[in-house]
Structure formats: structure tokens, C-alpha cells
């Protein structure tokens, strides 16, 4: 690792303690738009066949899709975590236990358990994002300092920034 690579990696593990909420956040609502805007710009040129009315739509969807990626984003998180937990669950449960109502019911189970477990990560999804973008970033911060510093020095130093970087996108997350 080089100075330049090390001085990115505590950049870049900086801006994840103490914005990765709100970057991630930002990120979503783009790719969320650009994603419409693309799917839109397409069904209107293979409708209409006309690019100035397509690269319109586009426009317009680019924008609406960023409005929706940006407000959708904490439900949406939600409710893939949720479906994810729940699928993982009923494997599990599957595999060590012989219940046949998971296997004569699995679809049924599997709402009902996505949708208990998505409401509980909606009221908490905000604090473990933070959370997490807080200590991925304090690795790669760690990462960095063990370029100039002895590991003995950097760890508290990452530990010290995560811990603050936490309280801070905690203090300032907004709804």
C-alpha cells in the first residue's frame, strides 16, 4: 500500500463514519432514478419511436424515480431484510426440525414472518445502517493508520472514531 492508497482509505473511511447514512441514502435515490429514468426512456422510444419525447419521459422518470428512491428507501430495505431473515429462518427451521405446516404452508409462513420481520427492521433499520457504515468505515480508517502508525495506536484511534461517528449520524439522521 502506498501513501495516496492509505490517505484514500482514510478518506473514504471518514466520509462512512461520519456521512455513510446519508451517502448510502443518496446513492440508493440515484440508482432508483437512474434506473426508471433508463426503463422509461426505453418503453417510450420502442412505443413511440421518438427520441426527443423519450429522452422527456426519461427526464421526467429520472426525477420521479429519484423522489421515490430517496422516501422509499428505509421500506424498501426492510422489506428485502425482512423476506431475506425470513427464508433463512424457515431453512434452518426446516432442516433441524419435522414440522409439516412449514412444507403444506411455506408461502403463507413466509408473508407472515417478512412482513412481522420487516416492521421491526424499519423501526431499526436506521440505527444498524449507521452503525455499520460506522465500523466498515473504522476498518478501512484502521486500514489506513497501520500505514503510519504501530497497530497499538491505530485501534484505539478507529475505535475512538467510530464511536464518535456513530453518535453523530445518530444525533443528525433525519426522517
Not at 8 to 20: E, P, Q, T
Not at 118 to 127: F, G, S
Not at 150 to 175: D, F, M, R, T
Request: no cysteine.
Amino acid at each position: 500500500m502506498s501513501t495516496v492508497d492509505a490517505a484514500l482509505l482514510a478518506l473514504f473511511g471518514v466520509i462512512l463514519v461520519m456521512a455513510g447514512y446519508r451517502l448510502v441514502r443518496f446513492l440508493a435515490s440515484i440508482l432508483f432514478a437512474g434506473l426508471l429514468g433508463l426503463v422509461g426512456f426505453q418503453v417510450t422510444l420502442s412505443t413511440l419511436g421518438s427520441n426527443i419525447i423519450a429522452f422527456i419521459a426519461g427526464i421526467i422518470l429520472f426525477i420521479i424515480g429519484a423522489v421515490i428512491g430517496f422516501l422509499a428507501f428505509k421500506t424498501s430495505l426492510s422489506i428485502v431484510g425482512g423476506y431475506a431473515l425470513s427464508s433463512i429462518i424457515l431453512r434452518v427451521i426446516a432442516n433441524y426440525k419435522d414440522l409439516n405446516i412449514l412444507v403444506e404452508y411455506h408461502g403463507v409462513v413466509l408473508l407472515i414472518l417478512t412482513i412481522v420481520l420487516a416492521a421491526i427492521l424499519y423501526m431499526v433499520l436506521d440505527h444498524l445502517l449507521v452503525i455499520g457504515l460506522a465500523i466498515v468505515g473504522g476498518i478501512l480508517v484502521f486500514l489506513s493508520l497501520t500505514y503510519w502508525l504501530p497497530i497499538i495506536i491505530a485501534v484505539p484511534l478507529a475505535i475512538i472514531l467510530v464511536v464518535v461517528g456513530s453518535l453523530y449520524q445518530l444525533k443528525h439522521i433525519k426522517e
